[in-house]
């Protein structure tokens, strides 16, 4: 009997030393510097929306948020990097539809599933876009599918990684055409940055990605904008087609994303703390300008919303994956 009172004992107490753990983490995080670590190289997408959320969060968390870039396989190294952290909250990433989305969909060899993290809340959505050199002779999109055509498997395009949207954008324009999905080579680089720079020094012919770090480059000339994959045309790039004028409104499915995520089973408070951050983040004037100079289109959602929209998402690729051929 008094064994079974002192086991008794024992359970209560640990039960309220949990519980009391869990309102002490939840009064005291953060209480040191954040990890954001963003799995794309310096000036994509995924860095610019990393650097734009630890600038406005810092109002709201009073502690410092480091970015990190942890560059790999289209963004799955930086990924698996924080979903083998620990789950404090301490350790948080940059996600981004290619390596959340299209490459658990679309290849079979990503060591995550697409709901293996925490999802903590939608930030914004990247229209895509169509950019060659503003010195290419190729002045239009009608003008890149004719040289696709005639040359194909002879020029090339720039990508972030091997499965993602950066790739699915191009081979939908191929097969659109009735052309194979490797129409045109595809190269790799280790993030959008990268791809600007291989399309201004003219080592690719074109590229497709998010349109944040193609604007400044865009509206100074030195890149031009072939078709944006809105149902409107936007105001970064005003001449240029959407894809419903150029006959191709199947692209308007493919578009960029930025989310907050951490690993798999942080605590409720962490998560709870952050979905608050963001709520106050949603209504700050200044992070809407800052995100909508870039391009991209504010729109930070729950938890629970972003779980349904990436869900979506990675349905919708799935769907894809054997007429694209990616990564079978």
Known sequence: MNRLIGLFFAAAVCTVYSASQQVVHAQQYPNKPIMLVSPYGVGGNADLAARALALMAQKYV????????????????????VLDAAKDGYTLLLA??????????????TPYKWDSFTMIGMLELDPYVCVVSGKSPIKSFRDLLALVKSRTGRINYAS??????????????????????????????????????????????????GISPYTGGIKAGDLRALVVSTRARIPEAPDTPTASEVGMPNLEAVSGWSALYGPAGMPKS????????????KDDAEWNAAVRKRGSMPNIMTPEETRRFVETQYDAYRALAPQLSIGK
């Open 62 to 81: 009073d502690k410092p948020i480091v970015i990190v870039n942890k560059l790999g396989a289209g963004g799955i190294v930086g990924s698996q990097y």
């Open 96 to 109: 981004r539809v290619g390596s959340q989305a299209v490459a658990p969909a679309l290849d079979p060899a």
């Open 160 to 209: 972030t990684g091997n499965a993602d949207a950066s790739v699915v954008f191009p081979v939908k324009i191929f097969l659109n055409m009735g052309l194979a999905s490797d129409a045109a080579v595809k190269v790799p680089y280790k993030g959008a940055g990268d791809t600007v720079s291989a399309v201004l020094g003219g080592h690719v012919d074109f590229a497709c990605n």
């Open 270 to 281: 962490v998560v709870d703390k952050w979905t608050s951050v963001l709520a106050k983040i």
